[in-house]
């Protein structure tokens, strides 16, 4: 199985729009992020998705995608959602509803934000979305079997997800014990880390996820959901333990 990171950029992305930091300014392609997505590939061809946000478009071009059987959503902020009216070419060209598995309060929050979709009478072009909840049980979704993985990010509950010896945790602040016992034994942990230091009330900074990792101890930890205030991805992944890096967009890992 495949996994790939389409986006490990915040919410503003990097560059951020009339930002010209040290990050911001760089060169290499791998201070380049995109909003945070990531996609799952099986042997047999099949794709999952997991979150779709305002970059989706760009993030499938980009990775030579045409066509998912899925999409998973972590929540329902526009980072994570708002780019699903894109998903429209590969919905037309399955002819079927696209499966969304999201928590039932996410549900609510996109049919707020695509009424058109989810109207008894869509105009000629609208998506079409089939609805499926997420709840404390393994996900069965063709190929691929996801133990959600219940975290906060900051007051709001949402889902990571565990697949096989892989566990992507994304705008996280906090993991309950209970969660935490549902991730001994990982080869990779990937989890979101939005700067090095100044505690952020929704999101994991370093000083702070250190004790985490350490905790959990996979063989091999990605950072993700990075913003232009962590610093440039050579000099940074050059000061952190060897077992622990940032990610970047297109990176593949096979497990």
Partial sequence: MKFTFLGTGTSQGVPVIGCSCHVCSSTDPKDLRLRSAAMLSSEDDKNLLIDCGPDFREQML????????????????????????DVRPLIFKSRRDMPIYAHSRVHAELKVRFPYAFAQERYPGAPSFELFPI?????????????????????????????KNLA????????????????????????????????????????????????????????????????????????????????????????
């Fill in 62 to 85: 980009a990775l030579g995608a045409e066509h998912l059987e899925a999409i998973v959503l972590t929540h329902e902020h526009n980072d994570h959602v708002i780019g699903l009216d």
């Fill in 135 to 163: 709840e404390q049980n393994a996900l069965e979704i063709g190929p691929f079997t996801l133990l959600p993985l219940p975290v906060l990010h900051y007051t709001l509950p949402i889902f990571g997800f565990r697949i």
């Fill in 168 to 255: 992507y945790i994304t705008d996280a602040s906090s993991i309950p014990e209970a969660t935490l016992s549902k991730l001994e034994g990982l080869d990779y942990l990937i989890i979101n880390c939005i700067r090095k230091s100044q505690a952020h009330p929704a999101h994991f900074v370093l000083e702070d996820l250190l004790p985490v990792i350490e905790r959990i101890a996979p063989a091999r930890a990605l950072l993700t959901h990075i913003s232009h205030q962590f610093g440039v991805h050579e000099e940074e992944n050059a000061l952190l333990p060897s077992h622990i890096q940032l990610a970047y967009d297109g990176q593949e890992i096979h497990f």
